[in-house]
């Protein structure tokens, strides 16, 4: 029997509004804030494939539904910023570590109405092992029933 895929392709042209999510952050752990904005906009999309949790490295985000299938996902700079730049007065530029890392973020997801779940995938913040591949990090429900209709 074959396996149902993980994902299925993602159209943006189904979904012309995006929610704002906004997150703070404090070493490894994150934490909704309560304003999400729904902005009429198509939401970015990756053009590369969808990571693996424990197989790739770097930093995603996952739409699930309610049986836990990918429904999108956004591979992106790690917001939690493991370093930072340092300008030297020679004009070198070279990332050190954050030694207290915290602060906000931003995700622009698309507002679908069968999503439920957002989850956040990263490698580990602290620099010496910041190759390796990444688990989860954060879950957040979206607070949506079966019967949420768009536009709602």
């Avoid at 930072?84 to 890392?101: E, H, K």
């Avoid at 622009?108 to 109405?113: E, R, S, T, V």
Wanted: net charge neutral; glycine share 6%; proline share 11%.
């Amino acid at each position: 029997m074959e396996e149902e895929p993980r994902y299925r392709a993602f159209n943006p042209r189904n979904y012309r509004h995006t929610l704002r999510m906004r997150f703070v952050y404090e070493g490894g752990k994150v934490r909704q804030l309560p304003d999400v904005q729904r902005v009429e906009m198509l939401a970015p999309i990756s053009p590369v494939e969808l990571p693996r949790e424990k197989v790739h490295g770097g930093f995603w985000v996952e739409l699930h539904d309610a049986e836990g299938r990918v429904l999108y996902y956004q591979v992106l700079n790690n917001p939690l910023r493991p370093t930072l730049d340092d300008y030297s007065p020679d004009g070198t530029i070279r990332a050190v570590p954050n030694r207290s890392p915290g602060g906000e973020f931003e995700l622009l997801i698309p507002d679908m109405p069968e999503a439920r779940t957002l989850v956040m995938f990263s490698s580990p913040i602290d620099r010496r092992r910041s190759l390796r591949p990444a688990t989860e990090l954060a879950r957040f429900d979206l607070g949506r029933s079966p019967d949420t209709q768009e536009g709602k």
